[in-house]
């Protein structure tokens, strides 16, 4: 597995390098500026970026590098924690927000956590969840129960709940449902039932790579950053735009 590390600080590189261990190979861009064709050629599964080095507000550069990263999992490593600015950048689609300041060993659960769900600062939990429940309350189909959004212990969070539709496909727009293929579909209605990658891989007998593929394809095909943001799409009774989650 291959990590992109964007920063300048050697002492961040290093305890970045021990964290990884033997499990990822790291590759080093010095500038947000090169990064965008390094994810290109590298086509990385984890962007790490030095928050230092990006443009405030953090949440505008970072969303562009999120859909540029595809599949890929963004982890921002800020200075100091704020609470408003981690909510901003969890909804540009980072899968996680940690102190620069991390040590190996927390930073090595954050990239085990982040492969399947998100991690978040401890304190921000409670916040998160009256979110997802007020979100649950104004999208919910009238006489129907609201279920609670599904946390984790701890410091990960799981993006959302299983969702049921007898068509998820209707909610996307016929332009953006006609771009994907047959294959795209079937992943796409598997992803709003709440399978796994491991979960879609199985069911269609392919490998998680695979999947991971596909998913990149359909992010850029329907303009959406990542998964949560896409289950949220097809569960909105509003039919939001994928310009407006971006917000």
């Not at 599949?71 to 689609?93: H, P």
């Amino acid at each position: 597995m291959s990590i992109l590390l964007v920063t300048r600080d050697k002492e961040l590189e290093e305890r970045c390098r021990r964290a990884a261990s033997a499990d990822y190979s790291i590759e080093i861009a010095t500038s947000v500026d090169s990064l965008f064709s390094r994810i290109a050629v590298a086509k990385p599964e984890v962007v790490l970026l030095d928050g230092i080095l990006l443009d405030v507000p953090l949440e505008t550069e970072v969303g562009r590098i999120v859909i540029q990263a595809g599949a890929g999992r963004v982890i921002v490593l800020t200075e100091q924690f704020n609470e408003d600015e981690e909510v901003a950048l969890l909804r540009s689609g980072v899968k996680g927000c940690c102190r620069r300041g991390v040590d190996p060993e927390s930073l090595r659960q954050v990239l085990s956590v982040t492969q399947s769900g998100v991690w978040v600062t401890r304190s921000l939990l409670p916040r998160l969840v009256t979110e997802l429940r007020r979100y649950a309350q104004q999208t919910a189909a009238p006489g129907t129960a609201n279920a609670p959004a599904n946390a984790t212990a701890g410091s990960g969070i799981d993006a959302a709940a299983p969702l049921k539709h007898e068509n998820v496909l209707a909610r996307l727009p016929p332009d953006k449902l006609a771009t994907l293929t047959r294959r795209e579909l079937d992943i796409v209605k598997l992803i709003a039932d709440g399978a796994t990658n491991k979960e879609v891989g199985d069911d269609l007998d392919i490998s998680e790579r695979t999947v991971k593929g596909h998913l990149s394809n359909i992010f850029l095909k329907l303009g959406i950053p990542d998964r949560m943001k896409l289950m949220l799409f097809l569960n909105d009774d509003r039919q939001l735009s994928p310009t407006r989650l971006r917000k």
